[in-house]
């Protein structure tokens, strides 16, 4: 030991480093105390996949407000995490899900909203059904009347059948000899 500091003994630091840790989980707790104070439990600890009622439905209707591109079901930030939870305790608490949207459009402008509520886009999904529907209703009285002419007999749709010609007679020699 050249550089003149004593030998420290193996069970001193030991006694040492667990006292170390158990300061600096004191500390920790205490600092967790003071965040459930400033935060109540209830928003703070909601489980974000536990189902409930209502917070899909606003999930996928708002928009995170931190970059506007997706929206909360699906965007990963702190701000949505944050929205996700009061909404979830806003839900638990009773408060309706038009009156949570309401509250949001109010703090964020109707930009929160991924479909606002003037949107063109359920007309055209209404008429795009429809279309569809007119489309169906179309083919299948096509289909209908295909069905219905090729079970009639030949006889009674009034073609009669042609007469058997030289080629008909070739054709059935050609395939004897076969």
Known sequence: ???GRRP???RRALAG???LVVALGLVGLTAQARADQAHPASSASLDLGKPLPGAAYLEARLRAP?????TLD???SETSDTLRRE???RLEAGESKEAIEAAMVARYGERILATP???PIVTYALALAAGVVVAGAAAGAMVARWRRQSSTPTAARGDAPRPRDELDE???RELEDL
């Open 66 to 70: 931190c970059c506007w591109n997706q």
């Open 170 to 172: 070739r054709i059935d």
């Open 87 to 89: 909404i979830r305790a």
């Open 74 to 76: 699906t965007h990963r």
């Open 17 to 19: 480093g667990a006292a």
């Open 8 to 10: 420290v003994a193996p």
């Open 1 to 3: 030991m050249s550089d």
């Open 117 to 119: 509520n003037d949107s």
